[in-house]
């Protein structure tokens, strides 16, 4: 883990020469799914183990925050209720995946006696990223305002990958939130707009002020930024710049960069009860 950032590795930023690149490399700077050669076989084996647990873990399911049809939420509590709860948010670029298929990672934080909640949220292009937004707020909410009486009452860690790292940097001022783990994120939305992505997301000039944590002032509550090695440049450029941003800023947060790990392996080290995630999420409540 580094609090100073001048030895970390940083890799060409492809955005460097953005206005040089045709539509496809664009898009390929986000498309972690090519970037892995064995990320079909990754998301099947995260799938399965979640389809798994989900079944046989003590739980309680597709639990409604709102009204939306994903605006669900899956709790598996601990022994006791007054023990931590560390909150996951999926990712999927905002556009795919659901809370369902990140059952797996239950398994890590509980082996210390955590609870885990793991909400849904409304896709694009359904919905707008504004709309996706406001959801995590209100699924903070309800467990704040319901947990308890499912067993969730303790402080609340809040975690999410990918997408749900951009989800938890702009709820992480949230009252309930003790502090948060953003693991692989993307905090400027403005290349976004310039790839296939935008498809579905279909970003405004608004979207991109208001809802990139790299733009925004910055929430003085720890956020540990996580990140693999192996990732797209992309990635590893924002998170890195995310945490410089917030260190100039006094906040406090460690970069962690997952050595070896690549968009879909980092998850390992947040579902093994002995990996660096599940060490790093314990420890935000020292």
């Keep these: 883990m580094a609090d100073d950032t001048s030895s970390i590795h940083r890799p060409l930023d492809p955005r460097s020469t953005w206005a040089e690149l045709s539509l496809a490399e664009r898009s390929a700077a986000y498309d972690n799914n090519g970037a892995v050669k064995n990320s079909a076989a990754l998301i099947a084996e995260r799938n399965e183990a979640s389809s798994r647990l989900r079944a046989t873990l003590k739980s309680h399911l597709d639990l409604a925050y709102g009204e939306r049809a994903n605006n669900k939420i899956d709790l598996y509590p601990a022994a006791k209720p007054d023990a931590p709860c560390l909150v996951f948010v999926h990712g999927g670029y905002w556009q795919r995946n659901s809370r369902e298929l990140f059952a797996m990672l239950v398994e890590g934080v509980a082996a210390h006696g955590w609870s885990v909640a793991i909400p849904g949220y409304s896709l694009a292009p359904e919905v707008s990223l504004t709309d996706i937004a406001t959801e995590m ?61 935008n498809n579905a997301l279909k970003l405004t000039d608004e979207e991109i002020a208001e809802l ?75």
């Excluded at 009486?149 to 999410?160: E, F, K, R, T």
């Excluded at 009252?175 to 707009?193: E, F, K």
């Excluded at 997952?258 to 409540?285: M, Q």
């Design 137 to 197: 707020p209100r699924a903070l909410d309800w467990l704040a305002a319901h947990g308890a009486s499912y067993g969730v009452a303790g402080p609340i860690i809040l975690s999410g990958w990918s997408a749900g790292a951009h989800l938890v940097a702009m709820a992480l001022d949230h009252p309930r939130v003790h502090a948060g783990l953003a693991l692989s994120g993307v905090y400027d939305l403005a290349p976004i707009r310039d790839t296939g992505l």
């Design 212 to 286: 990139s944590p790299l733009r925004l002032p910055v929430t003085q509550k720890r956020l540990d930024i996580a990140y693999g090695s192996n990732e797209l440049p992309a990635l590893v450029c924002d998170s890195i710049a995310l945490h410089d941003k917030r260190a100039a800023a006094n906040a406090p947060g460690k970069l962690i960069p997952v050595e070896g790990a690549d968009h879909f392996t980092i998850l390992e080290a947040l579902r093994r009860p002995d990996g660096i995630l599940v060490d790093a999420v314990r420890r935000l409540l020292d």
